[in-house]
């Protein structure tokens, strides 16, 4: 059926799709109408937005200044389409495609809709819609509001060309008034449906546009329903757009529907590079090269800033090369090769502008006549290769140019049209957020990484009880540095602490959360706690960190980060050959006896720290070690995989640890070489320790009486002590402490006194009783005639302090073995 305007048949088809993300704002930036699709993409409800202004969804007042100037410019290009950062509502930025169609109203009012696309959600299943219209973003959409009357409120200026119906004699009118026949009724009943349901529906139609009569062409027209304030029905907007070419549409579709599983499948921007290249070839052009800024691939920030090249452009590396037939083309440059750009070329001006170039028809000294002339021999196998259509597109992220997409084609003789130039802008945009979110995971990784070793010891001693070896792996780059930390603690009494930790996560929190946990325990180390206590003092630690990083009152809606650990702890006496350990939900220790038997105490579990059981979710238990025996602490990484079970890792480990009559170094080697091949989703860290027994020489006790007389005693049977171990020079100072720690004993204390003199890479001094209270030191004044004890010791010893024991405490000083420690 003909009319005045245009001529339309018969429906071509009638389908539902996934609805649209789609606002519309007033001339003020205010939101006037909303989708249920925006809703579930940015989780506002139509509620929450509609007459608020669009700044409301924006992340920052500077995110907001950048969308002012955008509507600015919106206003004078009578359109925009990019990418913005937007604040979903619960917190997290998302990074979309906007498209903004300026539309006109009665009395040349306006109103803009605002199309959003989220492409790192895109699925092939969802490619029909969004991303045809992400193609034909630069091409003529007609675009029409209509009131729940179904009459024509707002209209754009591409909808003339369509049908050829001027906008004034639109307003107010219904489309069967305005295109009378069967397809009139037809959308009509469409867009009644979609009013009622909510349903975004696609209406393929026929018809001859007044520019085109002599052609049938074919129209696809999308309708959504547009929602209040109250979320109900304010109209139906349809978006029409010319698809005669539908096979060349349909073939443009498949390349985007693949390029989402081809490109962007690793981190490494290289590779990514490469894939661009990879997927173009033939499909879009018969020789693709990918150039990227040579700082991109060392993931530092790109020299190149859109605007704002006034001099050399930056190096390029050449990160990827397609050709149909590379024997054949000969390419000039070789993949990661250094490329130097001609301050003078159409390749330096797309980097300092930041926007496209498209030569149709290659004229190599016209088009490239410096570059030409500065290398002629490249230049000349260019030539040779028969390449007669260019496109360069830049690799845009963030006002960044990241590098540079090079597009010829030789084979295929029609030259490049701008729907191919868009098509590979939708390619490269695709790989530029693709390279954005290596470059952005690459420095947090190395940021993580930098941290986490900062705050991991880079020297582990187990003084004269262990020998100790450690190694750490982090997991690979697709899941990110993890929180294991290990620390050996030197304590008094030539005992040691050996700890393993994995806090749960990944990236940079974890690791700032592994360093004030390792830090917490060493402070917890110093106070000399039992093993169960420790972990009851930590788990506590943890549950503070939790409460302070609970709900914000200016931003209830953001989920709070939960820290989460599982540790082991345990301290080794030489003296004894005694270990006391603790876990909470941490892997068990496996001990190597000194023939290589291989065992995994059975030792409670203990809860993960951060549930705040206290002291009854942990509980010590105590071994006795003969001498040369080994340790090994190591984190789930180590054993657990997702292709194995538990067991298989454990007794994988223990394979490897029953040969520990290797040195500890070659033995950590060992260990970690069994891990698959595979890269590993969790950081590994193991911490070997092999235990030395203090001989019996080396230790002197005496039990003494709690009378005054005894202070003399001690001093005696000290000095006769350090004699016999050849330590005169130390006699004066150690007389000194033995009476000031053997006088508070008795002072202070209650019951048997005993001091214990040990010899290892110091010599400590220790004096117990069985009173429970804990010295204290205090700053007596000048006329206080005690109260100096404390002090004294402090001056004269290497370091002192206190420690709970069984039946009482034991107060002890350490003593540096040189000759010089004497001078103090």
């Known amino acids: 059926m003909k009319s005045n305007q245009s001529q339309v048949a018969e429906p071509a088809n009638r389908s539902e799709t996934p609805d649209a993300a789609i606002a519309m704002l007033d001339a003020e930036g205010t939101v006037v109408g909303w989708t249920r699709a925006a809703e579930q993409l940015v989780g506002y409800s139509a509620r929450e937005v509609v007459g608020r202004p669009a700044a409301h969804v924006l992340p920052s007042a500077e995110d907001a200044l950048k969308a002012r100037a955008l509507a600015d410019q919106c206003r004078v290009q009578g359109g925009w389409s990019g990418t913005q950062t937007v604040r979903h509502r619960d917190g997290h930025t998302l990074t979309l495609t906007l498209r903004g169609s300026l539309l006109w109203g009665e009395n040349e009012s306006l109103r803009w809709l605002v199309s959003v696309t989220d492409i790192g959600a895109l699925s092939s299943g969802t490619m029909n819609g969004l991303l045809r219209e992400s193609l034909l973003t630069h091409a003529p959409i007609g675009i029409v509001i209509r009131d729940p009357q179904l009459r024509c409120m707002w209209v754009n200026d591409a909808m003339e060309l369509h049908d050829g119906i001027p906008r004034d004699r639109r307003f107010g009118c219904r489309l069967k008034d305005s295109l009378p026949g069967f397809e009139a009724e037809a959308l009509e009943v469409v867009m009644r449906q979609v009013l009622e349901s909510g349903t975004t529906m696609v209406h393929e139609y026929r018809a001859w546009p007044p520019t085109d009569r002599r052609r049938e062409h074919v129209f696809s027209a999308s309708f959504f329903c547009l929602q209040d304030a109250d979320g109900e029905p304010l109209g139906v907007c349809s978006m029409s757009v010319d698809v005669t070419g539908n096979r060349r549409a349909r073939e443009r579709l498949a390349i985007l529907s693949e390029a989402s599983t081809r490109i962007g499948s690793t981190l490494d921007v290289m590779q990514t590079g490469q894939e661009l290249a990879d997927l173009t070839v033939p499909l879009l052009a018969d020789h693709a090269l990918v150039d990227l800024v040579e700082s991109v691939p060392f993931a530092l920030e790109s020299s190149a800033r859109i605007g704002t090249g006034n001099g050399r452009p930056p190096a390029l590396r050449r990160a990827g090369l397609a050709s149909v037939e590379l024997g054949i083309l000969e390419l000039p440059w070789a993949r990661e090769e250094l490329i130097h750009v001609h301050p003078a070329s159409p390749f330096a001006d797309v980097l300092r502008t930041g926007r496209s170039h498209r030569v149709p028809v290659l004229d190599m000294d016209t088009h490239l006549g410096p570059w030409v002339h500065h290398d002629p021999a490249r230049a000349q196998k260019v030539r040779d ?31 490049f049209q701008e729907d191919d130039l868009l098509l590979a802008e939708e390619l490269v945009t695709r790989a530029a957020l693709c390279l954005d979110n290596a470059l952005q995971y690459a420095r947090e990784r190395a940021a993580a990484l930098t941290l986490q070793r900062d705050l991991l010891p880079h020297r582990v001693r187990g003084g004269a009880a262990l020998e100790v070896a450690s190694r750490y792996v982090p997991a ?65 630690t943890v549950r503070r960190l939790n409460d302070e990083n609970g709900v914000d ?111 500890l170094e070659d033995l950590c080697s060992e260990v970690v070489e069994t891990l698959p091949a595979r890269t590993h989703s969790d950081d590994v860290t193991l911490l070997l320790a092999r235990t030395r027994a203090l001989q019996p020489a080396r230790v002197a006790s005496w039990d003494l009486p709690n009378e005054p007389t005894a202070v003399r005693t001690a001093r005696h049977l000290a000095a006769r002590q350090l004699s016999a171990w050849g330590m005169e020079h130390l006699e004066a100072t150690v007389e000194l402490i033995v009476s000031e720690l053997v006088t508070n004993a008795i002072r202070y204390g209650g019951g048997q006194v005993r001091l214990r003199l040990i010899q290892h890479q110091v ?26 004890g404390l002090f004294l010791i402090a001056h004269l010893s290497r370091r002192w302090g206190s420690r709970s024991a069984s039946d009482g405490k034991v107060v002890w000083a350490e003593q540096d073995l040189l000759s010089t420690a004497a001078a103090r």
């Open 385 to 415: 290769s028969g390449i007669h259509s260019l496109m360069v597109v830049p690799i845009r992220a963030r006002r960044c140019v990241l590098g540079l997409a090079v597009f010829g084609r030789s084979e295929e003789p029609k030259p």
């Open 763 to 788: 010599l400590t001094c220790e004096v117990s009783d069985t009173s429970t209270s804990h010295p204290r030191p205090r700053h007596p004044s000048t006329l206080d005639e005690n109260g100096r």
């Open 476 to 540: 690979d780059m697709d899941h990110g540095v993890g929180g294991d930390w290990f620390d050996v603690i030197e304590l008094s009494g030539a005992r040691v602490a050996l700890v393993v930790g994995d806090v749960v996560g990944h990236g940079i929190n974890a690791a700032a959360t592994m360093g004030r946990l390792r830090t917490a325990v060493r402070t917890l180390a110093d106070l000399d706690l039992p093993p169960d206590e420790l972990l009851a003092h930590l788990d506590d």
């Open 553 to 663: 009152d200016e931003d209830p809606d953001q989920v709070p980060a939960v820290v989460g650990a599982t540790c082991l702890y345990a301290v080794y006496d030489p003296v004894t050959r005694r270990c006391a350990m603790a876990r909470a939900g941490h892997p068990p220790p496996a001990i190597i006896d000194p023939q290589g038997h291989v065992a995994f105490p059975d030792m409670p579990a203990g809860a993960p720290l951060g549930l705040g059981l206290g002291v009854l979710g942990f509980e010590s238990v105590e071994l006795e070690l003969p001498e040369g025996s080994v340790l090994a602490f190591y984190t789930d990484g180590l054993v657990e995989s997702r292709d194995d079970d538990l067991d298989v890792g454990m007794n994988r480990l223990g394979a490897a640890l029953a040969q520990s009559d290797r040195s």
